[in-house]
Structure formats: C-alpha cells, structure tokens
C-alpha cells in the first residue's frame, strides 16, 4: 500500500467518526493555540524591557545621592545632595572605564509658549547627556561652550512638549518662558518613549547647568551643586569594575570615613533591566511549559481513541491482512491516522493561537510578538505528539494475527 493509498484510508476512517476526532483534536487544538499566545506574550514583554533598555541608553549607572538624617531621624532616599559638577569632571577624569559622564539636576514647572502651557520636567545638564543616554536630536543644535559657561537662556524640548506648545509648528529659536525667564529654542530631541516606570521620557524640557542652577534653581554662591551624576561606561568594560571604581572614588570626594555607610546609591540601570528581561524570559519558559501540558493531555487523548479504534476494526485489520495488507501498512495506516488529528488539529490551534494574540494586543493593550519560529515550534511539537502517541495503538494493530482478527466479535 502506498503512502497515498494510506492517507486516503486514514482520512475515511476519521471522516466517518467525524464527531470523535473533532472532540479528540480538542486537546491538540487547545494545546498549539495555548503555546502560540503565551510564547507571543512572553517575547513581547521581552521585547518591552529591551526597548526600555535601549531608550535609557546602554552601559548606564545613575550616581544619587543617600538619606539625609535630621535630629535622629532619617529621611527618604535622594534626599542629601552633597554632589558638585567637580565630582562629575572627576569621575570622568579619573575612571578610566567611563566614556561619558553627565552632571543632572531637575524640577517641575510650568512651560509657556503664545498662548499654550504646559507643565513639565525641567532638566539641567550638559551635551554629554545626549552620549549617556543614547539620545540624538531630532533639529536644532547642541549647547555652545560659551551657552553652558554662561547660563545662557537657550534649552532643547522633548517631543511631547513640543507638540504640546507649538502642535505641528517648528519649535526652533521660539521662545518659552519657564518661570518667568524667556528661553530660546535650538534643539528638540528625537523620541524616546516611556520608561521603565511608565513615565513620559520626551515630557522634559533640558537647559545646559549653569542655566538651570542660576536661573530656575536659584542656588546662588559659588558651590556648583547637582543633584545626579549619570555615568556611560566604555563598550566591553566591567560594569561591576566600574561601579566599585566610582563608588570608591566618590567616598574619597566626599570624606566617607573607612567602613562608614555611603551617603550616596549607584543604580546600575542596565543590571536592573537584565533582571527584568531574564526575567520575562524564565516566564515566557514557563508559560509555554504549562501550555505544552495541553498537548500531552491532547496526545493521551489521541492514543486512547486510537486504542479503541483498534478495538472497534479489528476485524477490518484481519480483512486487510488476510487480503495481503503486510503489517508495516497496517502500522502505516494508524499512524497517519494520529498524525492527521494531531497536524489539523495543530493547524486549528495556530490560527486560533494568532486569534487569541490579536485579541490580547487589542483589548488587552499587551505588547505581543507572534514569531514564525513559535508558530513552527508549535505544530512540529504537536506533530511530534501525534507520531509518539499514535505508535503504541499502530503497533497493537499491526501485530495483531489475521485469524484471530477475523475471529473477534
């Protein structure tokens, strides 16, 4: 019997218990849709941390400073800013593992442009911010020298306040006014998204330091105090290396006695988010492990009807070997059988599965991702399922003896 000849008795064979092998394919069906949306769920949130990796910029450390204590009492982290720009100038002079650092200090305000307003996060730093960050400008310029030496009223705005002050009108050598103060436009950054707290990266409006301190902050004196100090290690540097490198010379800076408590924290932003997407990965694992649960279920489900299948034509069986079906047709013959109830029933669970995701991009507002490769890995299993738990049954079927067969009631 040829292979032809065998698919075409397997399918009349599942066509004439039609009701039975939809209710058997239940299993496989569940199973390949189950496996498609939870690896789609998964790598979509993979996907999501790495985003939000490459919008805070690769290699990153954030330098913040420690509680402040008063009258015995400690308060809240970030609440000591003992940091000058001089500690920022030293740690990129002094730590040879770092390639950019940037001084930074913020607040919130109220943006006026014409007749349109806008509150926002006011940042004060220099251009070095743009290499920590990974951040590009979208038009405009960087600072001059002489603008971040001179306090000069100049500032670059991210996109959502742009589009809030100005709509689709160019924002460049414009003028805002931020408490009172009138500053010219020369730059707008390119987008950047949320983070990973899910907050706004392009609701800033950055002016260089010394504009920031003397015009917004109002510090006065000669002490140039910043409030972070955001620090870009080299391509292929320890991270680790450099944190302790950092750490280390910020103790000496700042007068932390030897064994004493820093008074400072050093977030490495890229560790934190590694986590995050290892993380998601073990989940997406063990999402797609329990959904692949289904389609063992799927396939006992399979082995038992074709158990009964057997059963139920044995004297078919002796008919057909008795008329001269050797045994590896009659083998042939299950076989393609399971394997047809498991690759339809797979081939319903992947469009069911891209349902099911669609579904969960739309109205759940997940971030999903449907590979070719999860689509493939799914049916191949369920494939798999088919061969491994149709075997036993074809095997029973092709060993039984003609005779005998003939003779069962």
Do not use: C
């Given at each position: ?94 730590v040879p593992e770092v390639q950019a650092v ?79 103060v009138p500053f010219t436009v020369v730059g707008v950054l390119a987008p950047k998204g ?216």
């Amino acid at each position: 019997m040829n292979a032809l000849t065998a698919v075409r008795s397997a399918w009349r064979a599942l066509t004439a218990n039609a009701l039975r092998s939809v209710l058997t394919m239940l299993g496989i069906i569940i199973g390949v849709a189950a496996v498609i949306t939870m690896i789609a769920v998964g790598t979509g949130a993979t996907q999501r941390v790495q985003e939000q990796m490459k919008s805070l910029g690769s290699n990153v450390m954030v330098v913040v400073p420690g509680s402040l204590s008063a009258a015995g009492v400690r308060q809240a982290a970030q609440t000591r800013s003992r940091f000058t720009e001089e500690d920022a100038e030293a740690i990129a002079l002094e730590v040879p593992e770092v390639q950019a650092v940037a001084p930074g200090s913020r607040t919130t305000a109220q943006a006026v442009a014409q007749n349109a307003n806008w509150n926002t996060t006011i940042f004060g730093t220099s251009n070095d911010y743009l290499e920590v960050r990974d951040w590009s400008l979208a038009s405009g310029r960087p600072f001059e020298p002489a603008e971040q030496a001179g306090s000069a009223k100049v500032a670059w705005l991210g996109q959502t306040v742009a589009r809030e002050l100005f709509g689709d009108e160019d924002p460049i050598d414009q003028v805002i006014r931020v408490r009172g103060v009138p500053f010219t436009v020369v730059g707008v950054l390119a987008p950047k998204g949320q983070n990973a707290s899910g907050q706004d990266q392009d609701d800033v409006l950055i002016m260089p330091m010394s504009t920031f301190r003397n015009r917004i902050w109002n510090a006065g004196g000669n002490v140039k105090r910043i409030w972070t100090i955001h620090v870009k290690v080299r391509e292929g540097q320890d991270m680790k290396a450099a944190e302790e490198a950092v750490r280390e010379l910020l103790r000496q800076r700042l007068r932390v006695p030897p064994g004493g408590d820093d008074t400072f924290g050093v977030n490495n932003l890229s560790e934190i988010l590694q986590a995050q997407e290892e993380a998601s990965r073990v989940m997406t694992l063990l999402l797609a492990a329990v959904a692949g649960v289904s389609l063992v279920v799927g396939g006992i489900g399979i082995m038992n009807i074709m158990l009964v299948s057997v059963t139920e034509r044995t004297r078919e069986i002796g008919l057909r070997m008795a008329v001269g079906a050797r045994s590896r047709d009659i083998l042939a013959q299950f076989l393609i059988e399971a394997v047809t109830l498991s690759l339809i029933g797979g081939a319903i669970g992947v469009a069911l599965g891209a349902l099911a995701t669609w579904g969960a991009a739309r109205l759940g507002q997940w971030q999903v991702s449907m590979t070719p490769e999860s689509v493939l890995l799914a049916a191949g299993f369920s494939a798999l399922v088919g061969v491994f738990f149709g075997y036993y049954p074809a095997r029973r079927a092709s060993r039984l003896l003609p005779i005998q067969a003939l003779r069962h009631e």
